[in-house]
């Protein structure tokens, strides 16, 4: 890498944790917010608390994160991806400062949504800035991807002492905006070449542009109207690229659904039943999640890696269809016994991560530089814009049906996935 190079890597790494540091530590928090407010008081009428209200609350901060990714793409196209990650990074501090003081839980997910539209425009901007300005791509993904995912592990491991050690979820909120803000002042102080890495005539239009539109795409540019806007649109989804919008919708399914709810679906196994340390009660569950997320940091790393060396598409269909098998095996397996239980959740946890270097890569490779940014909007919508449901969706399940049905949901989300990839790969 040259120093280019290495200074956005730095950045987009930075900002990245952060990202997923609040975005993980959330449903950590969900039992907490469930036993202080039973009730959720609206205009129209008081309602009891349940899984699925929680599921919902939680949606209204997830949905923004990802329908705010389309925007936030075509503002990084047109004004430059380091502002608005200064932008994610202030309002992200802000949000969870608002949350530390919220009387309720309809305050609670107003604050939720507001870090939701803050943090929904990172991926757009900080991917598209990795695309067009680092020219040793696949590392920057790689080592991207690695600075996410130490977020979701470290993120909530603090947020799960904090609340052991102080009891207080307000303070511990709090204190978990702080490093977005100290974040802020660092990047408002970086300076970079956004578009170094991209050919004065260079396009990268992706294996199955067969017209001269893709040949014509800015390679730089900005969607400034309604009108290009649209034309940029219909460009990326008259080829393939509508296969994997629809594969990363499925994607973003299948992870808030399995993650939103796994701390109370673990903390119904036996080998996880709370214990007294310190005259406190320890909650097993809590560490046994962050531990399966730490897992991913691994399998972050190993697909980004495996960018280099494997097509694409036929990661995404592997990939997914390990998903889908490992879905089906986790509740047998997991309830023979704590080994079986942390063999499986390490698989799962590994599995949940290497796709998304593949899926990444995968809109680098469908869609023209000049509308990466664009592209990379979509494909956030559809990862956590869309995806955003898999929590309510799992919330419901769990609340009207069975652990067993929430997760023969989450196979047929890994199943239709990977058969998006597979078609891919047989047409490429």
Request: hydrophobic share 55%; net charge negative.
């Given at each position: 890498?040259?120093?280019?190079?290495?200074?956005?890597?730095?950045?987009?790494?930075?900002?990245?944790?952060?990202?997923?540091?609040?975005?993980?530590?959330?449903?950590?928090?969900?039992?907490?917010?469930?036993?202080?407010?039973?009730?959720?008081?609206?205009?129209?009428?008081?309602?009891?608390?349940?899984?699925?209200?929680?599921?919902?609350?939680?949606?209204?901060?997830?949905?923004?994160?990802?329908?705010?990714?389309?925007?936030?793409?075509?503002?990084?196209?047109?004004?430059?991806?380091?502002?608005?990650?200064?932008?994610?990074?202030?309002?992200?501090?802000?949000a969870f400062l608002l949350l530390a003081v919220s009387p309720s839980l309809l305050a609670v997910a107003f604050a939720l949504f507001?870090?939701?539209?803050?943090?929904?425009?990172?991926?757009?901007?900080?991917?598209?800035?990795?695309?067009?300005?680092?020219?040793?791509?696949?590392?920057?993904?790689?080592?991207?991807?690695?600075?996410?995912?130490?977020?979701?592990?470290?993120?909530?491991?603090?947020?799960?002492?904090?609340?052991?050690?102080?009891?207080?979820?307000?303070?511990?909120?709090?204190?978990?905006?702080?490093?977005?803000?100290?974040?802020?002042?660092?990047?408002?102080?970086?300076?970079?070449?956004?578009?170094?890495?991209?050919?004065?005539?260079?396009?990268?239009?992706?294996?199955?542009?067969?017209?001269?539109?893709?040949?014509?795409?800015?390679?730089?540019?900005?969607?400034?109207?309604?009108?290009?806007?649209?034309?940029?649109?219909?460009?990326?989804?008259?080829?393939?690229?509508?296969?994997?919008?629809?594969?990363?919708?499925?994607?973003?399914?299948?992870?808030?659904?399995?993650?939103?709810?796994?701390?109370?679906?673990?903390?119904?196994?036996?080998?996880?039943?709370?214990?007294?340390?310190?005259?406190?009660?320890?909650?097993?569950?809590?560490?046994?999640?962050?531990?399966?997320?730490?897992?991913?940091?691994?399998?972050?790393?190993?697909?980004?890696?495996?960018?280099?060396?494997?097509?694409?598409?036929?990661?995404?269909?592997?990939?997914?269809?390990?998903?889908?098998?490992?879905?089906?095996?986790?509740?047998?397996?997991?309830?023979?016994?704590?080994?079986?239980?942390?063999?499986?959740?390490?698989?799962?946890?590994?599995?949940?991560?290497?796709?998304?270097?593949?899926?990444?890569?995968?809109?680098?490779?469908?869609?023209?530089?000049?509308?990466?940014?664009?592209?990379?909007?979509?494909?956030?919508?559809?990862?956590?814009?869309?995806?955003?449901?898999?929590?309510?969706?799992?919330?419901?399940?769990?609340?009207?049906?069975?652990?067993?049905?929430?997760?023969?949901?989450?196979?047929?989300?890994?199943?239709?996935?990977?058969?998006?990839?597979?078609?891919?790969?047989?047409?490429?």
């Amino acid at each position: 890498m040259n120093r280019n190079d290495r200074a956005i890597t730095g950045l987009v790494m930075v900002a990245h944790a952060m990202v997923h540091t609040y975005e993980l530590s959330l449903p950590l928090l969900l039992p907490v917010w469930q036993a202080e407010f039973t009730a959720l008081g609206l205009p129209t009428a008081t309602i009891a608390v349940t899984g699925f209200v929680m599921g919902v609350v939680l949606t209204v901060g997830y949905a923004p994160f990802g329908l705010g990714a389309l925007p936030g793409g075509v503002l990084a196209d047109a004004y430059g991806s380091r502002r608005l990650i200064l932008g994610c990074l202030v309002g992200m501090g802000a949000a969870f400062l608002l949350l530390a003081v919220s009387p309720s839980l309809l305050a609670v997910a107003f604050a939720l949504f507001a870090w939701g539209v803050a943090a929904s425009v990172y991926h757009p901007s900080g991917l598209a800035l990795i695309s067009k300005g680092v020219e040793a791509r696949g590392s920057a993904f790689a080592y991207h991807g690695v600075a996410g995912n130490l977020g979701i592990a470290v993120g909530p491991l603090v947020t799960a002492v904090l609340l052991f050690a102080l009891g207080d979820w307000r303070v511990v909120v709090g204190l978990l905006a702080v490093p977005a803000l100290v974040a802020a002042v660092a990047t408002a102080r970086i300076d970079v070449d956004e578009t170094a890495a991209v050919p004065e005539t260079a396009t990268d239009g992706g294996p199955d542009d067969g017209d001269d539109d893709a040949a014509d795409a800015r390679a730089s540019g900005s969607v400034s109207s309604l009108g290009e806007f649209l034309t940029d649109s219909r460009l990326l989804f008259t080829g393939s690229f509508v296969l994997v919008f629809a594969a990363v919708m499925l994607s973003g399914l299948y992870y808030r659904g399995l993650l939103t709810f796994l701390p109370e679906v673990l903390g119904q196994f036996p080998s996880l039943a709370p214990v007294e340390f310190a005259g406190r009660e320890l909650e097993p569950e809590r560490y046994f999640y962050v531990g399966l997320l730490m897992i991913g940091v691994a399998g972050q790393y190993a697909g980004g890696r495996l960018t280099d060396l494997v097509p694409v598409e036929l990661g995404l269909a592997g990939g997914y269809g390990t998903l889908a098998v490992l879905a089906v095996l986790f509740l047998p397996v997991a309830t023979l016994g704590v080994v079986p239980l942390v063999v499986m959740g390490a698989l799962v946890g590994f599995s949940l991560f290497v796709v998304q270097p593949f899926y990444q890569a995968t809109v680098a490779e469908y869609s023209p530089a000049g509308t990466r940014g664009l592209s990379y909007g979509y494909t956030y919508l559809g990862v956590f814009g869309v995806g955003a449901l898999g929590g309510a969706v799992a919330g419901g399940v769990l609340t009207y049906a069975t652990d067993t049905a929430l997760f023969a949901v989450l196979a047929a989300f890994g199943a239709l996935a990977s058969l998006c990839g597979g078609v891919l790969y047989l047409r490429r």
